[in-house]
């Protein structure tokens, strides 16, 4: 009996037969799934207009992608499953989200990566204005950058941590990789803008291949690419997505003098992150301006075999030779073994501010 010919022998017309079959398949499974998540939440959180976003909020992609068995890249995968989540979101309740803007900054790209296009994603002007924007309720996240591999933490983010602390319900570890976007060709360019941050991550390079070119800092990567986009002889460092936006080719790609060089969000909400056994707790405290208060509250740390993922000391907003210090642990503030250690580390500090806890993520971009 002669075997099935496999589906690559098939005519054309009968390949083009099935593959839309299998679209149909898609399509009404995707519509099934987004019904399913529209009853389960509003079941769940009757009235409530939280309950979309929590299911944006509780969504683990990297489960997901370990299943994966290929060809699609995990990095196709993760996309097109964070844009039917966004969607099956927007079903329940538009969910509005405050960036550092303008569009297709790095800031906008890990909103995207976080909650996908159909979110509604607000561009404000300053870093202050995201907090700003959360703390009226004009949107129902914010979206900041807290830390970069190449130029550490972002003083910006941290200050507003410290005069207006605000829940910390998840993070986006974004790969930074910038290009030089324009409209002619290397040897042509004689001006390089970009924000501060992307020219420092970039300056062995520039010092290297365009030494003679002109630095120019802009507001934003975006509004760096809007700018060369008015002159052949101006280049910018900013994402293939701003190129894109403006017109503009990638002169060269991957110019940054880090290749792992990642940008930290954190995603700022109303509420913390709900257990997900794989989670991180950042905390914020003072001490007593005395010998010993520092090395006391460490201590707490290592006592508790306590995990610390990142910790910065940051200057107290009006005052002087006062210090605030921000510690990042393994594990979420509800476990009892993390219940124990935080009464401790309080009888250690003035002050101690639990700032959310979050499910560990791995660098994506």
Not at 6 to 12: C, D, G, I, S, V
Not at 141 to 148: D, H, L, R, T
């Amino acid at each position: 009996m002669p075997s099935k010919r496999p589906a690559n022998h098939l005519p054309r017309e009968q390949r083009a037969a099935s593959l839309a079959e299998l679209d149909q398949k898609i399509l009404k499974l995707i519509n099934q799934r987004a019904r399913l998540t529209r009853t389960q939440t509003t079941s769940a959180n009757p009235g409530s207009n939280a309950s979309g976003t929590a299911v944006i909020q509780s969504t683990d992609f990297d489960d997901l992608l370990q299943a994966n068995p290929g060809p699609l890249h995990d990095r196709c995968v993760r996309s097109i499953f964070r844009e039917l989540t966004s969607g099956c979101c927007a079903l329940v309740t538009a969910t509005t989200v405050a960036y550092l803007g303008p569009p297709y900054s790095y800031s906008h790209l890990a909103a995207l990566e976080r909650f996908g296009s159909s979110a509604e994603l607000v561009p404000v002007s300053s870093i202050a204005a995201v907090f700003a924007e959360l703390a009226h309720q004009h949107t129902d996240f914010g979206i900041v950058p807290i830390e970069n591999t190449t130029d550490g933490r972002v003083v910006d983010t941290l200050d507003m941590f410290a005069r207006m602390p605000t829940n910390i319900c998840g993070e986006v570890q974004l790969a930074i990789h910038h290009n030089l976007l324009g409209s002619g060709k290397r040897q042509d360019v004689r001006e390089v803008c970009s924000k501060p941050q992307a020219i420092s991550q970039c300056r062995g390079w520039l010092a290297k291949h365009l030494p003679a070119a002109k630095i120019v800092e802009t507001a934003s990567t975006a509004a760096a690419a809007k700018r060369a986009a008015k002159k052949p002889s101006v280049a910018a460092i900013a994402s293939r997505e701003a190129g894109v936006q403006y017109g503009l080719k990638v002169i060269v790609g991957n110019i940054e003098d880090n290749p792992n060089n990642v940008t930290r969000f954190a995603v700022i909400g109303p509420n913390p992150g709900k257990r997900s056994g794989n989670d991180k707790t950042a905390l914020m405290f003072e001490i007593a301006h005395c010998p010993g208060a520092l090395a006391d509250a460490m201590a707490v740390f290592k006592r508790r075999e306590l995990n610390m993922t990142w910790i910065e000391s940051f200057p107290m907003p009006d005052s002087k030779n006062e210090y605030l210090f921000f510690v990042e642990v393994e594990g979420h503030f509800e476990d009892e073994y993390l219940k124990r250690a935080l009464l401790s580390l309080e009888k250690k500090t003035t002050r101690l501010e639990v700032l959310g806890a979050y499910r560990k993520q791995k660098p994506v971009g």
